[in-house]
């Protein structure tokens, strides 16, 4: 009985030893699974982050590449644009497209929208969006923001000109971008286009004016140029990072603007690679109320919430099946101490599986990476690091002293810093709880990134990467942002910096002379062949640019047709006037384009360093001086900075602002001289000629500013006065008296002439038929076909259509056979010419003969003498003109001079 008890008591104890023991086995495993789940998803999940952030930046980057561009150029061209876009883009497809989107004041608008449509974008119109999503002008604003060019639409999309400073989201994302000068990233919106998730978001980076200062809000706002623009599908961008990294799965992944506690709703969905089915994302509160894990990913000035989720038996889940056996074992331990031992050895085996995909993903990771404990020992490595450096097996052993792989890798060529130092720094920033970066260039060429980050309870982990592709496409990047794409040539940045370099370094005595040169005649070339043959000529005169270059002389395309020399020790004038000689002879010979023969010349400005100036800007303004005068005086020369051409080009820019107030002032005035008809010898119409009625200098002639009108473009606006003032004064004259009024070359190349026209009938309600309008060959010279439409547009609307100065051009039969003129008007050279060249009065008789076979009027301009309209007659002349009947009067003398008829003919000295 007392043997009973003592052994009820011994197997009693030992139950409750082995309860304890088991209960407390089982917790103690239990717990370690549940961590070392947690740890895995843990990883996994910080993984996905950093993969995805690293990423986003890297693409984020390109944007930067794109705003160089323009930092280099004053202007960039639409196939300028198109080629670095190419470059940009290819090989990738997380960005859908990129745009560029300038400023454009109010003042500009105009300028701007016919800017682009010369550009091939045919009605470009500043246009802003509708409630109904429809597309409208804009309204007038003090400054547009409209999409100019984009990688991705074709000439015709209605998204060229569309405004996004519209008040709402795309507005406030430029404004953040250009006030802290960094990306700004739209919050999402519904792309039009696209398949799948169509959720995306647009990052702008502002572009401020080169060499002007943006270093405070106001100077960024007054100074801003455009941004460049890229826009992201944000799904597209996130499966295309996930695509690149060979991270296990198991994990769904959901994203979420910061404010998502707020209701904002869910950015993206990535269900885990592996799954099978087909999972519906689930709330934001039921992930969040499971196991998960959540980060932060930076994108441009936005955050986005990253949170990733353990799909069903995924990373996170234990299993507690050795936990279990454990628990039974221990409570069977004498029974079935073989199904204990059985138990244990598959436990060991999942372990091992577990630490086998551990290596597995170690062996995979693109980087080599290393992690070490608090005592700066080795704990885990990949093979990665002793491929990446060429070392054994043994050099990277766990347990191996941080020191020591150190040592060794300076022992084998590998690492340029003192072994001792580096492992000092690094240990301080880990115990602080800092990360370290460092780029190393090996001697084999390859460049490594290394980045320590220190682990929670002590040590760090250490990656290793090979960016040696990424160091050599930014450098690629760096080089096209310093280099013009279409002719290889350094551009404007790159020439400034290279001329602010040797003013700093520029020694004593030592000089050299800056030549500023420009194409003559290549925007006839570009409106005639078009831009493919215009960047072909391009190309070839930047070929034989770099044949007239000598060893230090430096050679940049500026932009547009405009090119820039450096000529190094220029010590006397003569070296840099054989150098522009050789330059005009060399531009001056026929260049072949497709076969076609086409002739150049160059115009050349020259400014000396140090002593015009040893300011870089002020040395390239004096040259751009030289040069405008050099093609004022012919074109096709050269010419070196004199101190009276500023003196000149102040005058000039006075004569601008008096001719911009004039317009305003009401300062010009319209004179008018009689057509006659030779047959009735009555006046049958007049002419409007144009005064400037100047407050200070009088009366200002033509000569001295219709030349700067036309070139400043101003010419547009005094041209519509005159016509709307002519039409005016002559709705008041008989019915049967005619106006004719003078069109430059360039309203047709910059206003709707029709609609000018259009608007000075219906305001005055003179009849179309009364008004003729005149023209010179120089208008069909230019855009030809588009003026052509412009004036049988005209003609339709009852019009007349006069060429003026025929037979001083180059085509002028050509241009009859092109367009059934009304009327041709023999210029005042040949009528003075009559008495002294048989060639004039030959010519003067075909142009008449040629007139009536056509049925078309000829008029006689400059008649002077009773013999030249006596000669007229007898040659069948229509119509003449000039002193002897009357000069130019003003309106007020019209109606007396109408009273007394016929006109008696007079010389007028």
């Not at 910061?258 to 509160?285: A, C, E, N």
């Not at 001792?420 to 880990?430: F, N, P, Q, R, V």
């Not at 019915?735 to 309203?747: D, E, K, P, T």
Request: aromatic share 8%; net charge negative; charged share 20%.
């Amino acid at each position: 009985m007392k043997g009973r008890i003592l052994q009820h008591w011994a197997l009693l104890a030992t139950a409750c030893v082995g309860l304890v023991f088991s209960c407390t086995a089982w917790f103690a495993a239990s717990v370690r699974e549940d961590r070392l789940a947690e740890l895995e998803f843990s990883a996994r999940a910080d993984n996905h982050l950093l993969t995805l952030q690293g990423g986003i930046n890297t693409y984020l980057s390109r944007m930067g590449a794109l705003r160089a561009l323009y930092n280099s150029d004053d202007y960039v061209s639409r196939s300028e644009f198109q080629i670095f876009s190419e470059e940009l883009l290819r090989g990738q497809n997380a960005i859908l497209a990129v745009s560029w989107i300038p400023r454009v004041t109010h003042a500009q608008r105009e300028a701007h929208e016919l800017l682009a449509v010369r550009d091939g974008i045919s009605g470009y119109r500043i246009k802003a969006a509708k409630g109904d999503g429809g597309l409208v002008p804009a309204p007038e604003r003090a400054e547009y923001f409209p999409i100019f060019y984009s990688s991705r639409e074709k000439p015709d999309s209605h998204i060229y000109g569309l405004d996004l400073n519209d008040g709402g989201l795309r507005q406030h994302t430029l404004e953040r971008a250009r006030d802290a000068d960094q990306i700004a990233t739209s919050p999402s919106f519904k792309l039009s286009a696209g398949e799948g998730d169509r959720n995306g978001f647009f990052v702008t980076l502002p572009v401020y004016r080169v060499a002007h200062p943006h270093d405070t809000v106001a100077n960024r706002r007054s100074n801003l140029v455009g941004f460049v623009q890229g826009v992201f599908q944000i799904g597209v961008l996130i499966e295309t990072v996930l695509k690149e990294t060979a991270s296990p799965g198991g994990l769904d992944l959901y994203f979420y603007a910061v404010d998502s506690s707020r209701g904002t709703s869910r950015l993206y969905f990535h269900p885990s690679r592996i799954r099978t089915d087909s999972p519906q994302p689930l709330p934001l509160d039921t992930v969040t109320a499971g196991l998960h894990w959540s980060g932060e990913i930076n994108v441009g000035d936005a955050v986005w919430k990253f949170i990733a989720a353990p799909i069903p038996g995924g990373p996170g889940t234990a299993s507690h099946a050795g936990s279990l056996l454990l628990l039974a074992g221990c409570l069977l331990i004498t029974l079935l101490v073989m199904g204990y031992i059985l138990a244990a050895h598959r436990h060991a085996e999942r372990i091992h599986t577990k630490n086998e995909q551990l290596d597995a993903a170690l062996g995979n990771m693109p980087q080599a990476l290393l992690m070490f404990d608090s005592s700066a020992r080795l704990v885990i490595g990949n093979s990665h690091y002793q491929e990446m450096y060429g070392l054994s097996p043994d050099a990277a052993k766990p347990g191996s002293a941080f020191l020591d792989m150190v040592r060794q890798l300076q022992q084998g060529g590998m690492f340029p810093a003192d072994p001792e130092t580096y492992a000092g720094d690094l240990l301080s920033a880990i115990a602080q709880g800092n990360a370290l970066e460092n780029v190393t260039e090996l001697p084999d060429g390859r460049t490594i990134a290394i980045v320590h980050h220190p682990i929670p309870g002590g040590g760090w982990v250490t990656t290793h990467e090979d960016i040696t592709s990424r160091v050599s496409a930014e450098a690629k990047m760096s080089y096209m942002a310093l280099h013009d794409t279409l002719t290889n040539l350094p551009n404007r940045l790159f020439f400034h910096k290279d001329l602010e370099s040797r003013l700093a370094h520029l020694a004593r005595g030592q000089k050299f002379a800056i030549l500023c040169l420009d194409l003559d005649n290549f925007k006839h070339v570009n409106d005639t062949l078009g831009h493919p043959c215009g960047d072909s000529l391009l190309r070839q005169a930047a070929d034989r640019l770099r044949g007239c270059m000598r060893e230090g002389d430096s050679l940049a395309r500026l932009g547009g047709d405009e090119f820039a020399i450096l000529q190094a020790s220029a010590t006397e004038p003569a070296m840099t006037t054989s150098l522009m000689t050789r330059i005009i002879e060399v531009i001056g010979a026929p260049f072949d384009i497709d076969g076609q023969q086409v002739v150049v010349g160059v115009s050349i400005g020259v400014a000396l360093a140090p002593s015009d100036s040893t300011d870089p800007d002020q040395i390239l303004k004096l040259a751009d001086m030289a040069l405008y005068r050099a093609k004022a005086d012919g074109r096709g020369t050269y010419r070196f900075f004199e101190p009276e051409m500023d003196a000149r080009m102040q005058a000039r820019r006075i004569m601008e602002l008096d001719l911009r107030k004039a317009i305003t002032k009401g300062e010009f005035e319209l004179h008018y001289q009689p057509l006659v008809n030779l047959e009735t010898e009555q006046i049958s119409g007049f002419e409007a000629l144009i005064r400037w009625n100047h407050p200070e200098r009088g009366m200002v002639s033509p000569v001295d500013f219709i030349p700067l009108a036309e070139e400043t473009a101003l010419i547009v606006p005094i041209g519509e006065w005159a016509l709307r003032q002519a039409c005016e004064e002559a709705a008041k004259w008989p019915s049967h008296i005619s106006i004719a009024v003078n069109l430059s070359s360039i309203q047709f190349r910059v206003a709707n002439v029709a609609q000018a026209v259009v608007k000075a009938l219906a305001h005055s309600g003179l009849s179309a038929g009364r008004l003729e309008l005149e023209i010179t060959e120089s208008v069909l010279l230019l855009n030809g076909e588009s003026t052509l439409n412009t004036l049988h547009q005209l003609r339709a609307m009852g019009v007349r259509i006069s060429m003026d100065d025929f037979g001083t051009g180059y085509s002028s039969l050509s241009y009859l056979h092109s367009f059934p003129f009304d009327k041709i008007k023999i210029d005042r050279s040949f009528v003075h010419d009559l008495s002294s060249s048989e060639n004039s009065m030959a010519i003067i008789r075909a142009v008449t003969g040629l007139g009536s076979s056509l049925g078309m009027k000829t008029t006689g301009e400059g008649v002077e003498t009773r013999e030249e309209l006596e000669y007229l007659k007898r040659e069948g002349c229509t119509e003449a003109q000039g002193f002897l009947f009357s000069k130019a009067i003003p309106a007020r003398e019209v109606a007396s001079m109408l009273a007394a008829r016929p006109v008696n003919a007079k010389a007028v000295a």
